[in-house]
């Protein structure tokens, strides 16, 4: 898949969102919600239009589902503006380019001669395999106690459990690699390709999140992330375990559904 595949699936997606953000606008009551703070008090107001002018009305304090619904009714409006930005720059992008090479590329790679002499850029799977070459594996190898379908050991059940789901959906991952965000280097629990674009996202479990030495050093790994701009939910998968909490399988493969097919 080439950057115009990706960025078509980009637009649809986009167009599904702002579809699907309209329709719970327009079940959502109209107006625009203000709120004015006098000392300790907060006192929300609501303005609409009547025959094109500007009307204030107030809202009771006891009202909280109307505050929360207009509250809720900005949010999906500036959501909406937001996607319908990126919407239009994607559509600009693909009208001017079509994703095809050109003329003087197609020739070049269609030259017998030139063609032999090329070294071409690393395809996904290359660098995949690059990157298995390179894991963390021998730090504490005796905590690799769980052995996968593919014959790789993990270190945890919760580990072991996506990495099986992985496996049946034929998604490409790396077990701990080695991987530069910023000048420091971390070892992810898997790097992730998605089928469609090509694209690796690490996939974090934290599986001990009782100790509270596990989650200091939880949320410093993740504040890393978040400064190299990995967000939850977007580019980067976090899942967790307790001893009351545990990772099953059907949220494993809502996250393979969402992210990776």
Same mark, same amino acid.
């Given at each position: +898949?080439?950057?115009?595949?990706?960025?078509?699936?980009?637009?649809?997606?986009?167009?599904?969102?702002?579809? %699907? &953000?309209?329709?719970?606008?327009? @079940?959502?009551?109209?107006?625009?919600?203000?709120?004015? /703070?006098?000392?300790?008090?907060?006192?929300?107001?609501?303005?609409?239009? =009547?025959?094109?002018?500007? =009307?204030?009305?107030?809202?009771?304090?006891?009202?909280?589902?109307?505050? #929360?619904?207009? =509250?809720?009714?900005?949010?999906?409006?500036?959501?909406?503006?937001?996607?319908?930005?990126?919407? /239009?720059?994607?559509?600009?992008?693909?009208?001017?380019?079509?994703?095809?090479?050109?003329? #003087?590329?197609?020739?070049?790679?269609?030259?017998?001669?030139?063609?032999?002499?090329?070294?071409?850029?690393?395809?996904?799977?290359?660098?995949?395999?690059? +990157?298995?070459?390179?894991?963390?594996?021998?730090?504490?190898?005796?905590?690799?106690?769980?052995?996968?379908?593919?014959?790789?050991? =993990?270190?945890?059940?919760?580990?072991?459990?996506?990495?099986?789901?992985?496996?049946?959906?034929?998604?490409?991952? %790396?077990?701990?690699? &080695?991987?530069? %965000?910023?000048?420091?280097?971390?070892?992810?629990?898997?790097?992730?390709?998605?089928?469609?674009?090509?694209?690796?996202?690490?996939?974090?479990?934290?599986? +001990?999140?009782?100790?509270?030495?596990?989650?200091?050093?939880?949320?410093? @790994?993740? !504040?890393?992330?978040?400064?190299?701009?990995?967000?939850?939910?977007?580019?980067?998968?976090?899942?967790?375990?307790?001893? @009351?909490?545990?990772?099953? +399988?059907?949220?494993?493969?809502?996250?393979? !559904?969402?992210?990776?097919?």
């Amino acid at each position: +898949m080439n950057l115009t595949d990706a960025m078509t699936l980009r637009e649809n997606y986009l167009k599904d969102q702002i579809r %699907v &953000l309209q329709e719970e606008l327009d @079940k959502l009551p109209d107006g625009e919600i203000r709120a004015y /703070t006098c000392g300790k008090y907060v006192q929300w107001y609501v303005i609409t239009r =009547v025959h094109g002018h500007r =009307v204030r009305s107030n809202i009771p304090k006891a009202d909280i589902e109307l505050q #929360k619904a207009l =509250v809720n009714r900005e949010l999906k409006t500036c959501l909406i503006r937001e996607y319908q930005k990126e919407l /239009t720059a994607i559509q600009r992008y693909l009208k001017v380019y079509d994703g095809l090479p050109s003329e #003087k590329l197609e020739k070049l790679l269609n030259d017998p001669n030139k063609s032999a002499l090329l070294v071409l850029p690393y395809s996904p799977l290359q660098i995949m395999e690059a +990157m298995k070459q390179k894991s963390s594996k021998d730090f504490h190898p005796e905590a690799l106690i769980y052995t996968g379908l593919n014959g790789e050991k =993990v270190r945890s059940k919760g580990e072991l459990l996506i990495q099986t789901q992985l496996i049946r959906h034929g998604i490409n991952f %790396v077990y701990e690699p &080695l991987m530069e %965000v910023n000048t420091t280097t971390m070892h992810p629990d898997f790097l992730v390709m998605q089928k469609k674009t090509g694209l690796f996202i690490p996939w974090e479990h934290m599986g +001990m999140m009782d100790s509270s030495e596990y989650r200091k050093n939880a949320a410093l @790994k993740l !504040q890393t992330y978040a400064e190299a701009g990995f967000l939850s939910g977007h580019n980067l998968i976090l899942t967790f375990e307790s001893e @009351k909490l545990h990772l099953n +399988m059907q949220h494993i493969e809502n996250i393979i !559904q969402e992210f990776f097919l």
